[in-house]
């Protein structure tokens, strides 16, 4: 497929008329083309336009027709073959391997979400038969369902170019409830990202679904973006990015005349409790599989792993030194885009240059135009509670060790963290006490909680939760991973005495789509 450089509204490419965008090879340097012209309020105009019209017909679709449409984007995207896999690898500089999971997983999640559609629970239909005769006052017919809540706008994040962008994990939840979607896709993969969106518009054509079911706009800058957000026809926003890019839209969806919610994920350091049992038992393969999580990827992960926390003693300090060792060693990987290198340079230097925190190790200098050499730090527990910034996210390989004098010191850094994605517990049996310390607070603080694992790895299923308190997520109450990520675009409706010509198809007597149904209380199927 050739690139043309264009973006995608509904079945049209378009040519834009503001600041041309270019993806950058992050190994080399190099520009890559060809140009991305950005668009205009004019084409978000013409986006939402054609989403609102669209949104009518693509919200009452059958249950099998919206599920044949998720799968027949999967196969569009597996159709495009290795063309896919070697530009994102130009416009990334991730290796092969980690490209094909991410393809593997990006499919896998629309298949995931066509099954969820078919089953219909989604929907949670619930019936309360009338009961004229109750006394002392009778109960009218009720019947409720969840229903789409409209056209969505969705941001391309720069770390995940397939599985968090224009197909993935928010596109597929939003469509899947029935929303047609309009993505923002991310400046740092355009061609990448022009060829999952033209398989998505060839699965809307195949399935004859209204051409406003999907468009993809690029922009540099904000303007495209916060123009998305206050359109009166976006209903919903899906963002994974930076805290200020996410406040920023938030900022605009709450300062419109019918605010919006806004679910982004932004930022966690996604704490790591090395218990004493654990630590004195196993401190050195604890050491090889910290290091190994907080390395993948370049730790351009939201989970990666950037706080350790423990008691002070010798299991500890043997810990620091066989971790300490192991990032020596780890070999420089090259970073997503200048922009993310920049900030975890800012980051690390922000650590090393903190009267504090003690440098531990660094790992080898690299020699691609925008590397990422590992980090390794320690600071007390007094220190970190009274440095607010030692809390700030380094996007990127470097980790920070937090010496506490016991449980309970560990307990007040515990409750000082802000809300974070994951928090992990490396335990032996002899650490169940000190773990049941944590739990309450850890509950608090995170939405993933793990034990004896590392956070990196956010498995696509029905029982995940990626989402967590602000700053790790926008809402606590969601998640963008997993099948219940659909419940963010819904909202419900309950229908009171409708005479059956009327009612929507799930809510009919007789449950013509074959739906499970609480009625009366009871589950039916």
Same mark, same amino acid.
């Given at each position: 497929?050739?690139?043309?450089?264009?973006?995608?509204?509904?079945? &049209?490419?378009?040519?834009?008329?503001?600041?041309?965008?270019?993806a950058v090879n992050p190994a080399t340097g190099e520009r890559l083309e060809p140009t991305y012209v950005g668009g205009s309020k004019a084409e978000v105009e013409r986006a939402c336009e054609l989403a609102e019209a669209a949104f009518g017909t693509y919200r009452e679709t059958t249950l099998e027709l919206r599920a044949t449409f998720l799968e027949a984007v999967a196969g569009e995207i597996e159709a495009i073959g290795d063309e896919l896999i070697e530009r994102a690898m130009l416009e990334t500089g991730l290796p092969r391997a980690r490209?094909?999971? &991410? !393809?593997? !997983?990006?499919?896998? +999640?629309?298949?995931?979400?066509?099954?969820?559609?078919?089953?219909?629970?989604?929907?949670?239909?619930?019936?309360?038969p009338a009961l004229p005769e109750r006394q002392p006052l009778p109960r009218a017919d009720l019947r409720q369902r969840h229903i789409p809540l409209g056209p969505v706008a969705v941001f391309g994040a720069s770390n995940f170019p397939l599985a968090f962008s224009v197909a993935g994990g928010d596109t597929a939840s939003a469509l899947a409830a029935g929303c047609p979607v309009i993505v923002k896709g991310h400046s740092a993969h355009p061609g990448t990202s022009e060829l999952v969106g033209?398989?998505?518009?060839?699965?809307?054509?195949?399935?004859?679904?209204?051409?406003?079911?999907?468009?993809?706009?690029?922009?540099?800058?904000?303007?495209?973006?916060?123009?998305?957000?206050?359109?009166?026809?976006?209903?919903?926003?899906?963002?994974?990015?930076?805290?200020?890019?996410?406040?920023?839209l938030m900022k605009t969806a709450q300062a419109r005349? +019918? @605010?919006?919610?806004?679910?982004?994920?932004?930022?966690?350091?996604?704490?790591?409790?090395?218990?004493? &049992?654990?630590?004195?038992?196993?401190?050195?393969?604890?050491?090889?599989?910290?290091?190994?999580?907080?390395?993948?990827?370049?730790?351009?992960?939201?989970?990666n792993p950037g706080l350790v926390i423990a008691e002070k003693g010798p299991e500890l300090e043997a810990f620091v030194e066989a971790a300490g060792e192991a990032v020596k060693g780890s070999g420089a990987q090259t970073m997503l885009t200048?922009?993310?290198?920049?900030?975890?340079?800012?980051?690390?230097?922000?650590?090393?240059?903190?009267?504090?925190? !003690?440098?531990?190790?660094?790992? +080898?200098?690299?020699?691609s135009a925008h590397p990422c050499q590992a980090g390794l730090f320690v600071t007390s527990a007094a220190g970190f509670l009274n440095e607010p910034e030692l809390q700030e996210e380094v996007f990127g390989a470097t980790s920070l060790v937090i010496e506490c004098q016991d449980e309970q010191?560990?307990?007040?850094?515990?409750? +000082?963290?802000?809300?974070?994605?994951?928090?992990?517990?490396?335990?032996?049996?002899?650490?169940?006490?000190? *773990?049941?310390?944590?739990?309450?607070?850890? &509950?608090?603080? *995170?939405? !993933?909680?793990?034990?004896?694992?590392? @956070?990196?790895?956010?498995?696509?299923?029905?029982?995940?939760v990626h989402g967590g308190p602000y700053p790790a997520t926008s809402d606590s109450r969601t998640t963008s991973v997993g099948s219940a990520a659909i419940?963010?675009?819904?909202?419900?409706?309950?229908?009171?005495?409708?005479?059956?010509?009327?009612?929507?198809?799930?809510?009919?007597?007789?449950? @013509?789509?074959?739906?499970?149904?609480?009625v009366d209380g009871k589950r039916e199927v």
């Open positions: 497929m050739t690139l043309q450089g264009k973006m995608l509204i509904g079945q &049209e490419a378009v040519s834009g008329s503001s600041t041309p965008i270019h490209l094909e999971g &991410e !393809r593997g !997983r990006t499919c896998g +999640q629309l298949r995931l979400f066509a099954s969820v559609v078919r089953a219909g629970e989604w929907l949670d239909v619930r019936l309360d033209r398989a998505v518009q060839k699965a809307v054509e195949k399935c004859e679904l209204p051409e406003g079911v999907f468009s993809l706009l690029f922009g540099s800058g904000r303007e495209i973006g916060q123009a998305l957000v206050a359109d009166p026809r976006i209903q919903a926003v899906g963002f994974t990015g930076s805290r200020s890019g996410g406040t920023a005349p +019918q @605010p919006i919610p806004v679910y982004a994920e932004m930022s966690s350091i996604n704490p790591v409790f090395l218990l004493p &049992e654990a630590l004195k038992a196993r401190g050195d393969k604890i050491a090889e599989g910290f290091v190994a999580s907080m390395n993948m990827g370049a730790g351009q992960f939201c989970t200048p922009g993310i290198h920049d900030a975890y340079q800012q980051g690390v230097g922000r650590l090393s240059g903190n009267g504090k925190v !003690r440098e531990v190790a660094r790992g +080898q200098a690299g020699e010191e560990m307990q007040r850094v515990a409750a +000082q963290l802000e809300g974070q994605l994951t928090a992990t517990l490396q335990m032996d049996d002899g650490d169940l006490a000190v *773990a049941k310390g944590l739990m309450p607070i850890l &509950e608090r603080k *995170a939405g !993933r909680i793990l034990a004896n694992g590392w @956070p990196t790895g956010v498995e696509v299923c029905h029982a995940m419940y963010r675009f819904l909202r419900p409706v309950c229908y009171q005495a409708l005479p059956e010509g009327l009612l929507p198809a799930p809510l009919k007597d007789g449950n @013509p789509w074959g739906v499970s149904r609480l």
